[in-house]
């Protein structure tokens, strides 16, 4: 019985140290100045930080389950089809610059940065390129 608790009390440590490490991971992106998104496999926004809505001048929560999509214009998303995924599926990342649409109509120069998931998802970093 005593080795069922000790058992328990060091699995409840190592939960409340995952769990602690998580929160610090979620402040970090949550508070973090540059734009940071996590799409899923078909392209939909499944989380986006404070800085990346902003950036694009959407509310919080305004883009989740929307794709990637509603930021370019056809022309830029057959680019985008046709050759940053490719790269990204052969390199598992890809980084460049771009013009995005926000979503007041301006335009936003960004510089972004793709990292592929193994689920087939991204991890989309941007920062505006004041250049």
């Not at 769990?19 to 078909?42: H, P, R, V």
């Not at 959407?58 to 794709?67: A, D, H, S, V």
């Not at 490719?86 to 510089?111: F, M, N, Q, R």
Request: charged letters at 30%.
């Amino acid at each position: 019985m005593c080795e069922k608790i000790d058992k328990i009390e060091r699995l409840t440590k190592e939960l409340t140290g995952s769990m602690n490490f998580i929160d610090k991971l979620l402040f970090a992106l949550n508070t973090s100045n540059e734009g940071t998104a996590i799409l899923d496999k078909d392209g939909k926004y499944i989380y986006l930080n404070r800085a990346h809505e902003a950036m694009f001048k959407y509310g919080e929560g305004e883009m989740l389950g929307k794709t990637w999509e509603i930021l370019y214009t056809d022309e830029q998303v057959k680019y985008f089809v046709e050759n940053v995924f490719p790269e990204i599926a052969k390199k598992g990342k890809w980084s460049g610059k771009d013009v995005a649409t926000a979503k007041d109509g301006s335009l936003v120069k960004e510089i972004v940065y793709l990292t592929a998931l193994p689920d087939g998802g991204l991890v989309c970093t941007c920062i505006k390129d004041d250049d």
